[in-house]
C-alpha cells in the first residue's frame, strides 16, 4: 500500500513562506504525477500545484508566481515552497500521488496565515 507522509505545516504571517514536504513510499517515478491539493475552511479541495512524470509543472492561478514545487527523487519527496502567503492560503494541504486509475493521499497537513 502506498503511503504519502506530509510534513511542514504551520502558522504564519501574511507575507511568510513555508514549506511542504511528503515522502513517499515508493519511488516516486512509479507515479503518472504528484501534487498539493488543499482544503480551505468550508471550501471544496483544489489542485494547487501538480508535477508530471516527464517533468510538466502546473500551478492554479491564485498560487502561480509564489508557490514553486519540486521534487527529490533520491529522497522519493515532493516539496512545495510557499512564498508571499496570503489568509486566503490557509487550509489543509494534502500530498497527492496518481498511478493508472488509482489516487494516493496523505493524511494532510494544516497551514494557517491569520488575517
Known amino acids: 500500500q502506498v503511503q504519502l507522509v506530509e510534513s511542514g505545516g504551520g502558522l504564519v504571517q501574511a507575507g511568510g513562506s513555508l514549506r511542504l514536504s511528503c515522502v513517499a513510499s515508493e519511488n516516486i517515478f512509479f507515479f503518472n504525477s504528484m501534487g498539493w491539493y488543499r482544503q480551505g475552511p468550508g471550501k471544496q479541495r483544489e489542485l494547487v500545484a501538480s508535477?508530471?512524470?516527464?517533468?510538466?509543472?502546473s500551478y492554479v492561478d491564485s498560487v502561480d508566481g509564489r508557490f514553486i514545487i519540486s521534487r527529490d527523487t533520491g529522497l522519493n519527496t515532493i516539496n512545495l515552497q510557499m512564498n508571499s502567503l496570503k489568509p486566503e492560503d490557509t487550509g489543509v494541504y494534502f500530498c497527492?500521488?496518481?498511478?493508472?486509475?488509482?489516487?494516493?493521499w496523505g493524511q494532510g497537513t494544516k497551514v494557517t496565515v491569520p488575517s
Open positions: 508535477i508530471s512524470l516527464g517533468g510538466s509543472i
Open positions: 497527492n500521488a496518481k498511478m493508472l486509475r488509482s489516487d494516493y
